[in-house]
């Protein structure tokens, strides 16, 4: 159980398009998902923290309307990279947890490569 | 600022010996701590979860948590070289909503045949 899953695995499109990220859970309502982005060699770092039919939470220095969260149903988030840069080519991992219990499942991540 | 402390490793044990990895936070608050493994570019799979004071032991691992003195382990018995990988040490605060977790930046670990 605790399956999620992402789409798409990897991406790669030119500057300045937008890329949609999606993050389902399989098996369990997420009444939270999270979402990460991770660079090589380093650390996790939290973006954003989304509750079903709420406003996303940004952490400190993620531009909301750059980094776009939706979390339509118990199932989906899905993360848009608007107008995305070079800069933005990283891995995007999101987890989930259903409220019952505390536990974060991951999902196999996104690799994102703009040109 | 609440942390999660760990040592970045290389951890270097040979196949078969007892691998240990330790933690330590900052927030005194904090109940729930989590051991999540990450192979090199893959995310984190979860290894186990400990709340209480004391032992927890799934399969060949063991998780110990001290609260006094915010430390919490995670203990890999009979190492084998697919153990390879980072481990996270992560922690929710306390105080906090939504169960957010705070990451400590992973141990290396090397499993040698």
């Known amino acids: 159980g605790a399956v999620v899953s992402q789409h798409p695995s990897r991406v790669i499109c030119k500057s300045g398009t937008s890329v949609k990220i999606e993050c389902r859970s399989l098996?369990?309502?997420?009444?939270?998902m999270f979402w990460y982005r991770q660079f090589p060699k380093k650390s996790l770092m939290l973006m954003a923290t989304?509750?079903?039919?709420?406003?996303?939470?940004?952490e400190q220095g993620v531009e909301k309307d750059k980094f776009l969260i939706n979390h339509a149903s118990l199932t989906l988030s899905t993360l848009t990279v608007t107008s995305a840069h070079p800069e933005d080519s990283s891995f995007y991992i999101c987890?989930?947890?259903?409220?019952?219990?505390?536990?974060?499942?991951f999902g196999p991540g996104t690799r994102l490569l703009v040109l | 600022q609440k942390e999660v402390e760990q040592n970045s490793g290389p951890l270097s044990v040979p196949e078969g010996a007892i691998a240990s990895l330790n933690c330590t936070y900052s927030?005194?608050?904090?109940?729930?701590f989590f051991w999540y493994r990450q192979y090199s570019g893959k995310s984190p799979e979860l290894i186990m979860f400990?709340?209480?004071?004391g032992d927890k032991e799934d399969g060949r691992f063991t998780a110990q948590l001290n609260k006094a003195s915010q430390y919490v382990s995670l203990l890999i018995r009979d190492s084998q070289p697919s153990d390879s990988a980072t481990y996270l040490c992560?922690?929710?605060?306390?105080?906090?909503?939504?169960?957010?977790?705070?990451f400590g930046k992973g141990t290396l670990l090397t499993v040698n045949p």
């Open positions: 927030d005194r608050g904090s109940q729930s």
């Open positions: 992560a922690v929710i605060n306390s105080g906090g909503s939504n169960y957010k977790l705070t």
């Open positions: 989304s509750n079903e039919g709420s406003k996303a939470t940004y």
């Open positions: 987890s989930a947890s259903s409220g019952v219990e505390e536990t974060q499942y």
């Open positions: 098996d369990f309502q997420a009444t939270t």
């Open positions: 400990i709340y209480s004071n």
